[in-house]
């Protein structure tokens, strides 16, 4: 079955870095756009950023200058660097991907489980 697994969480102290990665796997025919959201306790879920497989990129308005996603088709994987981190960037970070499989079953937003990032001195 077709799965999301992001890594890379963890605890880390405001001003730092973390690199976030997530790993399309399964029966995929294709990966479109992925992206990563993040929602903290009481708060909406929100964009952090997304990449077409083109390369193409957008960023949320908290996150612009600090985050960088990037992807790398070949390995269906995503990655979001985070630098100069804040406590307001604890959340649980979620990939999401527009992708299509063997049996042409197309998803738009397919969700992975999630990774706390908690940022705290």
């Known amino acids: 079955q077709v799965q999301l697994v992001e890594s890379g969480g963890g605890l880390v102290q405001p001003g730092g870095s973390l690199r976030l990665s997530c790993a399309a796997s399964g029966p995929i025919f294709n990966v479109n756009t992925m992206a990563w959201y993040r929602q903290a306790p009481g708060k909406e879920r929100e964009l952090v950023a997304g990449?077409?497989?083109?390369?193409?990129?957008n960023y949320g308005d908290n996150v612009k200058g600090r985050f960088t996603i990037s992807r790398d088709n070949s390995k269906k994987t995503v990655y979001l660097q985070m630098n100069t981190l804040k406590p307001d960037d604890t959340a649980v970070y979620y990939c999401?991907?527009?992708?299509?499989?063997?049996?042409?079953?197309?998803?738009?937003?397919?969700w992975g489980q999630g990774t706390q990032v908690t940022v705290s001195s």
């Open positions: 990449v077409t497989r083109a390369g193409n990129t």
């Open positions: 999401n991907a527009d992708l299509v499989t063997y049996t042409s079953i197309v998803y738009r937003g397919y």
